[in-house]
């Protein structure tokens, strides 16, 4: 048995044998550092309700390889780190913002329609005190020679002492004693008191209407102004702040600085509406009352002329004495 055992086949047979289990352990050796490095960088994915499929049989074990690599690691993707929202930088609130709030800087920098209605109220403020200087003037110097002439027809005697002592003046006193003067002349007849008186008393009023006329010139505008530039200034208002929002919006803030500028201007409009407003009003009632005093006035020297023409009507023909005058009035 011995011999047989040691023949030369039974130990190529081993040979062979020691020759493939060396083999398959070089081959079990070198399978795993194959596969770390050609990995996925994904692990596969399974299907549900499948299962891997089982083994057979155990892997052979691996026989150390000498000065073998150790495996790569794993490439794992690092995640992406979130960037913060950009933010867009901050409107330059400079431009936004007028260089100067005096007034006229105020002014310099408001919105074109806010300037035409500053112009506006600025224009009416300077008509009203234009009025109120020529309407004192005229009203005061109307006054004095009323009064002069007042005084010499009350004195009168007669409607000829009235005509020499007023003279032609121009003034409406001596168109009164003119206009009664001529009224004489133009009815001989004068037993028909009533009719003369009647006719006088018409003349004198239609008189007196111009004159009131007259002195009433101009003060309408100051009644206009007066009512309607607080209402100008409100429109400013309204409009200067409706840019002041549309400055807001644009700066996507409510800083007050942002918000004064418009508002400041709204309320300079304002201000130039209340000062074009109330003089107006105020100037307007003086001189309301200076022409009632005038036309009160004139009134009386009115009555003064109609009792003179009452005397001369009722005096006898030969007491009478006509004035050396002139045949018409002139032109109102």
Partial sequence: MSRQSCSPRSLRRRGALRAGVLWLALIAGALPSSAQTQAPTSPPTQVPGSSPAATTGSPPTAAPVPNAAPPPAPDTAQPLQAQP??????????????????????????????????????????????????????????????????????????LADAHTRVGDTGSAAARLVRAAVLELEKSPDRSDREGIRERLAATIERIEATVGRQLGRGTGILGTIGATAPFVGLFGTVWGIMNSFIGISKAHTTNLAVVAPGIAEALLATALGLAAAIPAVVIYNYLARSIAGCKALFANTSTEVLNLTSREI????????????????PAE
């Avoid at 009025?131 to 007042?150: N, V």
């Avoid at 005096?315 to 004495?321: M, T």
Wanted: net charge positive.
């Fill in 85 to 158: 929202p950009q933010t867009q930088p901050a409107p330059d609130l400079s431009s936004l913002l007028p260089r100067d709030l005096s007034p006229w800087g105020m002014f310099m920098n408001a919105d074109n329609l806010v300037k035409a209605v500053m112009i506006g109220l600025a224009f009416a403020s300077v008509v009203t005190w234009t009025i109120a200087l020529a309407k004192w003037l005229e009203l005061a110097a109307f006054k004095a020679r009323l009064r002069k002439l007042h005084r010499a027809i009350a004195s009168a005697r007669s």
């Fill in 314 to 329: 009722a005096q006898p023909a030969e007491r009478r004495r006509p004035p050396a005058m002139a045949t018409r009035l």
